[in-house]
Structure formats: structure tokens, C-alpha cells
């Protein structure tokens, strides 16, 4: 925690930036992690003003690798940008378990604006899509990767949570177990206990038990997935909170 702290520290030097909000994704965040996985460290940042006043269009990520440290950046412009849009990816680093920097204000009001543009059809067609292509890959196999069997549970389970629940989801795979009956969350919470102690290559004798709660489970968020409904908030509300960021914090 403290060394992917000092990183952070050294990217908003390097950068000349101000980290507003960094947090874990990935396995780690959302609940089955490997002994060796990587961690998957993403933040939320911003330039002083005038950077913004530029007419070519300046990088607005940034990347950097250290070992098994994976950092990535968005700007905020291009994190508002992406909320408009109900971008999955960006909704969920908010409801991360695992927080290394979070500026109390700027966290509270983006959670006001993640309600605001919420989109329950863009969040069911992302994480429907990821299913599919998890689901194709492992369909037909006996014997499977642990780590993408839970990508493909994840991925259903939440496009059961939007089915079942209009709120944004759960970013914790077990807070998207709300709507199984406990057996099952039993019997997926063994899973996971067993992939803490084995690596990311570990390949697991795939069961008729896990075979049956996928292929019930597909069946069911295919059948139902009509009348999500949608958002068509404008920028409005997005611009006011872009400006009073950068005018709140000051220049770097």
C-alpha cells in the first residue's frame, strides 16, 4: 500500500498533475485474487487550467509499469467524457473496496454525478458482451482457468444485478451474489478461497455444478433484458462540476 502510494506520488511530480482519486480494479477489487496477481491501479487525475486551454488535443492517459504494479490514468476531462457515456469501467472504480487516494469532495460529488448518468442498458450490454466472449471461450472445455471462470460469473452476475436492481452494482463479486440462493453463493465462495491459493495458470476440473449455474444463469439474463432503460442527462451538469474542479483546486 505505501510503495503504490510513493508511485502515485512520483507520477504526479513527473507529470506536473494533481491525483484526485486512485483505487484497485481488477481481481483484487472485485474479489478473487491469485497469490501472483498483478495489482491493477487506476486514477483519476488533472493539469492545472491553462493545459486545458490548448487547441491540439494533448495525451490524456497515463501508463506506467513497475513489476507487478500496473498504473493507468485518465484525465478528468476524458473521465467525464467516458461518464456521459456510462462507462462501465470508470462507474465501478467508485465502488472500489481498495482506495489509495480519494479527495473526500471530489469522491462524493462524482458518486452524485455516477447517479445522474447511470445507464442500466450501457452497463447490461458491456458486461453481456464479456460474458459471451468468456462464455464461448470456456463453453466446451473440462478443464478451465479458475480466473476466467470468474470473469464470465462476474460478468452474469452483474447483468443479473441490473435485471433485478435498478442501483449501480457492486464492484465486490460478492455483493453481486445478492440474487443466488445461498448454495449456490456457497459453493462460488469455495471457488474463490481455492483460487487465493493457487496461481493465475492453475487449471481447474470444471463440474456439472459450475457448468449448470452458468448455462441457468445465461439463460435467464438473455431472457430478460428488455426495458432496462437508458439516460439522456445532458453535459450540463458535467461541465459545471469539470469547471468548479479545476477552479476548487487551483493551479498546480
Known amino acids: 500500500m505505501e510503495i503504490i502510494k510513493h508511485k502515485l506520488g512520483e507520477i504526479e511530480?513527473?507529470?506536473?498533475?494533481?491525483?484526485?482519486?486512485?483505487?484497485?480494479?481488477?481481481s483484487r477489487a472485485w474479489g478473487f485474487p491469485s497469490p501472483d496477481s498483478d495489482y491493477?491501479?487506476?486514477?483519476?487525475?488533472?493539469?492545472d487550467k491553462d493545459w486545458y486551454?490548448?487547441?491540439?488535443?494533448?495525451?490524456?492517459?497515463?501508463?506506467f509499469m513497475d513489476g507487478d504494479l500496473d498504473i493507468t490514468g485518465w484525465d478528468l476531462r476524458k473521465a467525464l467524457v467516458l461518464l456521459k457515456k456510462s462507462n462501465v469501467a470508470l462507474i465501478e472504480r467508485f465502488q472500489s473496496p481498495v482506495e489509495y487516494y480519494a479527495s473526500e469532495d471530489f469522491k462524493k460529488d462524482f458518486l452524485?454525478?455516477?447517479?445522474?448518468?447511470?445507464?442500466?442498458?450501457?452497463?447490461?450490454?458491456?458486461?453481456?458482451?464479456?460474458?459471451?466472449?468468456?462464455?464461448?471461450?470456456?463453453?466446451?472445455?473440462?478443464?478451465?482457468?479458475?480466473?476466467?471462470?470468474?470473469?464470465?460469473?462476474?460478468?452474469?452476475?452483474?447483468?443479473?444485478?441490473i435485471i433485478k436492481d435498478k442501483?449501480?452494482?457492486?464492484?465486490h463479486i460478492e455483493?453481486?451474489?445478492?440474487?443466488?440462493?445461498?448454495?449456490?453463493?456457497?459453493?462460488?465462495?469455495?471457488?474463490?478461497?481455492?483460487?487465493?491459493?493457487?496461481g493465475e495458470k492453475y487449471m481447474h476440473q470444471k463440474t456439472e455444478n459450475m457448468q449448470t449455474f452458468v448455462?441457468?444463469?445465461?439463460?435467464?439474463?438473455?431472457?430478460?433484458?428488455?426495458?432496462?432503460?437508458?439516460?439522456?442527462q445532458s453535459y450540463t451538469l458535467l461541465n459545471n462540476f469539470f469547471l468548479n474542479t479545476l477552479n476548487e483546486t487551483g493551479d498546480n
Open 40 to 47: 491493477d491501479i487506476r486514477f483519476i487525475y488533472r493539469h
Open 112 to 161: 452524485g454525478l455516477i447517479q445522474e448518468y447511470y445507464s442500466p442498458t450501457a452497463a447490461y450490454y458491456h458486461h453481456h458482451s464479456l460474458a459471451t466472449k468468456f462464455w464461448n471461450e470456456l463453453k466446451d472445455k473440462e478443464e478451465i482457468k479458475l480466473k476466467s471462470y470468474f470473469y464470465l460469473v462476474r460478468s452474469l452476475l452483474s447483468c443479473n444485478w
Open 175 to 198: 455483493g453481486l451474489m445478492k440474487y443466488i440462493d445461498e448454495e449456490l453463493r456457497n459453493e462460488l465462495i469455495e471457488l474463490i478461497n481455492l483460487k487465493a491459493t493457487v
Open 215 to 232: 448455462t441457468n444463469l445465461f439463460a435467464f439474463v438473455e431472457g430478460n433484458r428488455n426495458e432496462l432503460g437508458v439516460n439522456e
Open 167 to 171: 442501483t449501480v452494482l457492486p464492484m
Open 13 to 26: 511530480t513527473r507529470n506536473k498533475i494533481k491525483i484526485l482519486f486512485a483505487c484497485e480494479t481488477g
Open 53 to 63: 486551454l490548448r487547441l491540439n488535443n494533448p495525451k490524456d492517459t497515463i501508463e
